[in-house]
């Protein structure tokens, strides 16, 4: 495990199977517990239909005296009314029991199908389970990781060492990414872990403003899911003072490299992925207009066809641009792709096109520069490539 | 030819093949003449990246003298900077020529690739051929209908026949839809033709509110593209008077309805389109509150993955209604599939899934209805589902 990865003070986890995924190799419960009280912040999915555990936790962040995590994956707990909320609740009164907490101090998280009711008898069970085998060694962390997991081929986790009050603190992240199983849909699921002290007006203010720029400028397809949540535990196990000045810049600095590397983990995992596509706008009058224009080139399914189909089209890219409702001049236009001039200042551009094409299907990764001349503001955003391979997941998932 | 489809009096029209296109079976160049000066209004791309027609036709509508339309499929003129501008205006120019009208008496449509120039040599052989041609029988009809289209799988017309004054008039429409050709974007083109006399203000109106209840209300994959117009030409050679009270109430509705069918021809024909899906919206504060929802349905992918594949996934359905930025109550939601209640108030209804399924599986048209509890406003919206095919359409024309 790189040193940057390890399990940050005062935090015990375990990940289990306990046979909500038909595959017995894979877990589909995780149980993250402070060993003190830690302060949590939430941000969640902006979906007007949330799921049961998004109402619970939104209720209890940011709050000051948190104990545990727990999760489920193979069920989103979405969609299943009053019965629902019971579960979610009920998910936490007997993860607080194992961890000797109120269950008030509990946070729950699903993903997996919409619409059907938690099996809690086999729920129980793992969280029993869960509860014997916690602890903080290297295969406790990615047996955890794995256990928010559908159909993403990786586990995603990502650490970072920074210093506050001159004392090494850890801050470790562990997401999942966009997934299917069966007639479901993708679900965004991050708990970041710190022995940091924060206060929760803070941890809320570092962890939004981490949000904005890492898993809110990605996206697979668009489509907002009903459980979305990414999670900040600081339980001042390692400093007992909340960084201040210089140090809270670091570490907010930290916090946002953190989420950035679970953020593009999520994209390069996205379904029938082939390609992870970076989107820089640069020139803008506001980050708001360069985050419209990157979210609407990474969402044009004609970009991620082209990109899939190895195809430097100029043509969809700036166009998308010109459709994402930001005044611009279109003179002012110029685009790169993978570092090669492909438009200028609002037309085309002389290239090597079969070597930019080369360029695209030798790696993994694909970048987009459009640049604008519009302002200082600029905004990353990362997506994926639209492969058949993404339609045969989400169509054909019955046969 | 059904008699709805009958050309309006006073016009002449005419399909050719100018090597534009590979294919020589296909007409790339059409013609379309009024004898007499005809009212013009235009409806065009929201896209910031227009193409030179666009701005040229912008610039003449709406207008009382128009005497021809000239349009060319197989390049787009998009992105073609100031040669692309006097290349337009090139056009006009011929088509003046042949037609006995002066240069600005013309309007000019162009679809296919961006950023190539136009072969101006093949445009303007064309356009002599197509004068020579010009005619008013069903053949020079369809020939025109088929010199817009680039992929399209079938050539698109309309037809209304109503009473202004007493007189009958005819509404002739002629569209294409969303195709590819080479490193290209989809292009939505119509030209609307009538007998009747409208004021240029009026028939401005009219064609405004046309569009926003059908052509504005489709979509295949949500990319506007630089190309899109509408046109509607009326030069009362049928009726001299403008329709009024009754009589423009009934125009209208005719103007509207030869939109709609256009409008949802094009939606049944997106590239790999398997199915037709209707979305209805009901119960909303405002209307821009149900098209909003309906949108972000007809754009998601995973609801067209999901129809593609025969599935009535209605948690894709709900949730992408929660993800429109409409404020609603989760619990007034209810949802059909084909006529069957999926969702109700809240809460999954329990239906014979296999049944609904194979509902989907047989027939062409999918129809989703979607009702909320907020008002008494609402919208329908057409577009297609997601294929394999169309990935492949868009990814591997290289190939």
């Known amino acids: 495990m790189p040193a940057s990865l390890s399990i940050p003070k005062g935090y015990l986890l375990a990940g289990v ?15 993250i517990m402070s060993e003190g009280p830690a302060t949590a912040a939430g941000v969640y999915t902006q979906n007007r239909i949330c799921a049961a555990p998004v109402i619970l936790d939104r209720a209890r962040t940011p709050g000051d005296r948190m104990r545990a995590v727990v999760i489920n994956s193979g069920n989103a707990n979405a969609c299943t009314g009053d019965r629902g909320m019971a579960d979610a609740r009920r998910m936490a009164e007997l993860s607080a ?39 903080s060694s ?3 962390l990615r047996s955890a990781a794995r256990g928010m997991l559908t159909t993403d081929r990786h586990e995603k986790l990502a650490g970072r060492r920074v210093a506050v009050g001159g004392k090494p603190v850890q801050i470790t992240g562990l997401a999942k990414g966009a997934g299917m199983i069966g007639p479901n849909m993708a679900t965004m699921l991050c708990v970041v872990l710190t022995d940091a002290a924060l206060r929760p007006h803070t941890a809320q203010q570092l962890l939004r403003a981490a949000a904005d720029e890492t898993f809110n400028c990605i996206s697979v397809e ?22 201040a000045g210089a140090d809270l810049q670091a570490f907010s600095t930290a916090l946002k490299e953190v989420c950035e590397e679970l953020a593009r983990a999520v994209a390069a995992d996205g379904e029938g992925a082939q390609h992870l596509i970076t989107i820089d706008v640069t020139g803008c009058r506001t980050r708001a207009d360069a985050v419209a224009i990157a979210r609407t080139v990474a969402n044009s399914p004609l970009v991620k066809t082209a ?4 195809d430097p089209n100029w043509g969809r890219i ?29 037309a085309p551009a002389s290239f090597d096109a079969p070597a930019v094409s080369r360029s695209i299907r030798g790696e993994r990764d694909t970048h987009v520069e459009l640049l604008l001349r519009e302002g ?21 998932y019955h046969t």
Chains 1, 2 share one sequence.
């Open 17 to 31: 199977h306990c046979r909500i995924k038909h595959d017995p190799q894979k877990p589909d419960l995780a149980l």
């Open 97 to 135: 029991m194992v961890c000797q907490a109120e269950p008030v101090q509990v946070l729950v998280l699903s993903t997996g199908i919409i619409g059907e009711f938690l099996p809690m008898d086999r729920i129980e069970q793992g969280i029993t389970a869960a509860a014997v085998k916690l602890g």
């Open 138 to 140: 290297e295969a406790c």
């Open 222 to 243: 668009g489509h907002t899911s009903t459980n979305d949540s990414l999670l900040l535990l600081a339980n001042g196990a390692a400093a007992d003072r909340p960084p």
């Open 307 to 310: 990109i899939a189909g190895g």
């Open 318 to 346: 700036v166009s998308a641009a010109g459709y994402a409702g930001v005044a611009f001049d279109p003179a002012g236009l110029s685009l790169k792709l993978n570092g090669t001039l492909l438009y200028e200042e609002g």
């Open 376 to 396: 200082a503001a600029s905004a990353r955003f990362w997506t994926c490539d639209l492969t058949a391979e993404y339609v045969r997941i989400n169509a054909e």
